[in-house]
């Protein structure tokens, strides 16, 4: 059975590629292609091993036959012994294989004019690690992939280490594998340790003042170093409550204690002063809004403070003289009309901090009598062992003086017992109240900051209102106000723009506050609970060891009762003796 013969084909204007070059096809004369051009395309030191193997190739074959059963595939590898072919993918296309003329040991460096150019190859292996190069390097390093496969052999032949591979890709998908150097919940609420310590006076008569060393340890990676210690004085502790106000309005920012200007060197007042100063930092860096606050940071962390805060003054002195927090709003601070509360949860608590705050104030007007009454205390048992000790020193008895200077050292005792239990009542119980009457002024101060934000939205409505009413007179002059239609159209926009600005500042306040005033009920009742406790313990505490002076002293009086006995009825019983030898000559 005979094929199909064979059309003539023109491979020159056909294929645009040539690709039926082959030597299956007969003598290049059959397929007419001229020898002179074939010779130039062998045109390298290959090239005539290449044109005797196709002239060796050349016989008597018709054409038609292998055209007619395999007239597009090449040559199969093992077919001319005289040839070392190279095993080719197929799914190349048409950028394959040109044909078995064109097989031979090495790449041709010239390129016939009417052949595309051969398409670059590399072996399975490069592939792999010019792909893993890829994902290492930057783009700018892969230029070829021949320059790749060059640079890998150069490394296999030079020891050259492989290319740094970025460590923050891994997978598949190129997701960050690296660990964070804390947890998540720790980066997002970290914790501090502050304490405040150390108090000493310093300067001289016209400015001096008391001292404070704050120290502070936290796991917050905002700070330069996870410990570290300042010295703060009491009108530093005021511009932080200050700065923090201002900074995060309807925020319940833990206030300091208040000023005193007789008696601030004190040893009782410095103390239940530092006391109030620690629980203030200390609940500020528990915040959650708080603690990541900028002011915060550079008062714990400053050590030139005074320097930093003038520093920040003058940044900041083109928003101070924009009339506060609400003055990039266009609006001053001035409260034009009464404030009346709708919200009734805001009412209701309002209501609740007032009342609060007449019984905790009645509460610390009790606590400071007892106070005054353990002072007292202490100092009747200071005078009465000041008159023992007088009485002691003048008495010629020894049965009577040691007694009465024991008793004395014993009242010392006592004033010293109540002295340091009428401290111990300030410092639980009386810190507390004081403290929570200071947060209710910080609230307070919080629903002002929530009415100026009332009123500075109805203000930005009113000019909204009244920037839009001339807008539409303008509209209804017709079309010779178009320049300034324009304008007050813009204007329009930015008042409305202000007022959705303005409503949701509002809105948004009234939200945080209820988180701060629930925060604020949980606070207190741990708050009081740990003070009440702390001041019963400490009650119980004073009142055991009264009860064990008293009984030392009773013990003492028993025991030297006891010796006194003992050496009494030696001399009475040695004095018949000797009052009965001189009768003895006289009865002789």
């Known amino acids: ?83 070392k072919l190279e095993a080719l993918d197929d799914e190349l296309g048409p950028l394959g294989p040109l044909g078995d003329n064109f097989l031979s040991p090495e790449p041709s460096p010239a390129i016939p004019y009417d052949q595309p150019p051969k398409p670059p190859h590399k072996e399975p292996a490069s592939k792999g690690r010019s792909r893993q190069a890829y994902r290492g390097d930057s783009v700018l390093d892969q230029v070829s992939l021949e320059d790749d496969e060059d640079e890998d052999s150069a490394a296999r032949r030079h020891g050259k280490p492989p ?76 511009w932080l409550y200050t ?48 603690q990541h606050d900028g002011d915060l940071k550079l008062f714990l962390e400053s050590e030139a403070f005074n320097v930093d805060i003038k520093h920040k003054e003058k940044q900041t002195a083109p928003v101070t003289e924009s009339k506060g927090m609400f003055g990039s709003l266009g609006f001053g601070s001035s409260l034009t009309t009464k404030f009346i509360e709708n919200d009734e949860y805001f009412h209701d608590r309002k209501q609740y901090l007032d009342a609060l705050e007449n019984q905790l104030k009645a509460l610390l007007k009790a606590v400071d009598t007892v106070v005054l009454q353990r002072k ?18 003048v008495e010629l008895s020894r049965n009577l003086s040691s007694p009465l200077e024991s008793l004395s050292d014993l009242q010392i005792r006592i004033k010293e017992l109540h ?10 119980l009386g810190i507390t109240i004081d403290e929570y009457i200071r947060i209710i002024g910080s609230a307070k101060l919080a629903f002002q900051q929530r009415q100026k934000a009332f009123h500075t939205w109805h203000a930005a409505e009113s000019e909204f209102s009244k920037k839009r009413q001339s807008m539409e007179k303008i509209q209804r002059q017709g079309k010779t106000q178009q320049d300034r239609l324009s304008q007050m159209s813009a204007e329009v926009a930015e008042a409305e723009r202000k007022v959705n600005q303005a409503r949701v500042a509002f809105e948004e306040m009234g939200r945080l506050m ?42 003492q009086m028993d025991r030297e009762e006891d010796e006194a006995l003992a050496f009494q009825p030696a001399p009475a019983a040695a004095a018949p003796s000797q009052a009965a030898q001189p009768l003895s000559p006289q009865l002789e």
Do not use: C
């Not at 598949?172 to 405040?196: C, Q």
């Open 1 to 83: 059975m005979t094929s199909p013969p064979l059309p003539n084909l023109d491979l020159e204007t056909d294929s645009p590629w040539g690709d039926e070059r082959s030597i299956n096809t007969g003598s290049p004369s059959a397929i007419g292609i001229p020898h002179s051009e074939l010779e130039a395309g062998f045109g390298h030191p290959s090239g005539a091993s290449a044109i005797g193997s196709a002239e060796t190739a050349t016989s008597p074959v018709p054409v038609s036959k292998p055209l007619a059963s395999k007239s597009r595939t090449p040559r199969r590898p093992g077919q001319a012994g005289v040839i």
């Open 163 to 238: 290319p740094p591979v970025d460590g923050s890709l891994s997978g598949a998908g190129g997701a960050r594998a690296v660990p964070p150097s804390v947890p998540v919940e720790l980066a997002a609420n970290p914790t501090f340790e502050i304490s405040v310590g150390d108090p000493h006076k310093v300067g001289d008569l016209t400015s001096a003042h008391i001292v404070y060393s704050v120290r502070t340890k936290t796991s917050s990676k905002a700070y330069r170093l996870p410990e570290f210690t300042v010295t703060r004085r009491y009108r530093d502790f005021l």
């Open 243 to 290: 700065s923090l106000v201002n900074n995060n309005p309807g925020v319940v920012v833990p206030p300091p204690p208040e000023k005193q200007a007789v008696g601030r060197f004190d040893n009782n007042f410095v103390e239940s002063r530092r006391a109030a100063l620690e629980r203030m930092v200390t609940k500020t860096a528990a915040h959650p809004v708080l």
């Open 376 to 393: 007292a205390l202490s100092d009747a048992a200071g005078d009465f062992a000041s008159s023992l000790s007088a009485l002691a020193t």
């Open 419 to 428: 002295d340091r239990q009428a401290q111990q009542d300030v410092l639980t």
């Open 514 to 555: 209820k988180n701060e005033l629930d925060r604020f009920e949980k606070e207190k009742v741990e708050d009081f609970k740990s003070g009440v406790e702390t001041f019963l313990e400490s009650s119980v505490e004073a009142q055991k060891e009264l009860i064990e002076i008293w009984e030392t002293y009773l013990l």
